[in-house]
């Protein structure tokens, strides 16, 4: 059973970069699929935020492209999130999931969620 | 990329049946047939009942039915049960690798 795990600083000033890592259990991100980032502002719909290969393809959200850089440390079995220029309305439940297939298809892991609120 | 239209909220007595829509474009939607729902019980993360418009992931029951005619994609419960009150979302495929999904629809077992 695949688990995934989100760990990073759960305020973060205006402006800043929010920093977001996730850690897989029972299965190496070497062997394959994509892994992807997803938030929840607080009730609010889900948003893809991207998703990256274990050889570091990435795919962004177009409407946040300009902010997000994704990686991945497969020595660590960890991807990485990064957004800049933080505003309050980037303040959300960040998750990290696992698609069935290719980049998008069907996230069928899911990470428990990290809340993240951007204020000063 | 907009986020696909669901209706705000759903809702049907035990037993009954309910179908839940998700509109797109010809761009999302109506182009591809990678169409996603997930159920999403307060204070849990997603979890995935049907990808590719209608196949059901190993565990969901087969209550659980998934559709897709032209823009509209749409997700029926049948047989209600009280377990199956939970926010619904809707995902597509939307080109270029890249994913959209609907604002979600609270359903509600009377």
């Known amino acids: 059973q695949v688990q995934l795990q989100e760990s990073g600083p759960g305020l973060v000033k205006p402006s800043e970069t929010l920093s977001l890592t996730c850690t897989v259990s029972?299965?190496?991100?070497?062997?394959?699929?994509?892994w992807g980032w997803i938030r929840q502002p607080p009730g609010k719909g889900l948003q893809w935020i991207g998703s990256?290969?274990?050889?570091?393809?990435?795919y962004y959200n177009p409407s946040l492209k300009s902010r997000v850089t994704m990686s991945v440390d497969t020595s660590k079995n960890q991807f990485s999130l990064k957004l800049s220029s933080v505003t309050a309305a980037d303040t959300a439940v960040y998750y990290c999931?696992?698609?069935?297939?290719?980049?998008?298809?069907?996230?069928?892991?899911w990470g428990q969620g990290t809340l993240v609120t951007v204020s000063s | 990329q907009s986020a696909l239209t669901q209706p705000p909220s759903a809702s049907g007595s035990p037993g009954q049946s309910v179908t839940i829509s998700c509109t797109g474009t010809s761009s999302d939607v109506g182009a591809y047939n990678y169409v996603s729902w997930y159920q999403q019980h307060p204070g849990k993360a997603p979890k995935v009942i049907i990808y590719?418009?209608?196949k059901r992931p190993s565990g969901v029951p087969d209550r659980f039915s998934g559709s897709k005619s032209g823009n509209t994609a749409s997700l029926t419960v049948s047989g209600l049960q009280a377990e199956d009150e939970a926010e619904y979302h809707c995902?597509?495929?939307?080109?270029?690798?890249?994913?959209?999904f609907g604002g979600g629809t609270k359903l509600t077992v009377l």
């Open positions: 990256i290969y274990h050889s570091g393809t990435t």
């Open positions: 029972d299965y190496y991100i070497s062997n394959g699929y994509y």
């Open positions: 590719d418009v209608s």
């Open positions: 999931a696992r698609p069935i297939s290719g980049p998008t298809t069907g996230f069928d892991y």
């Open positions: 995902s597509s495929y939307a080109g270029s690798n890249t994913v959209v």
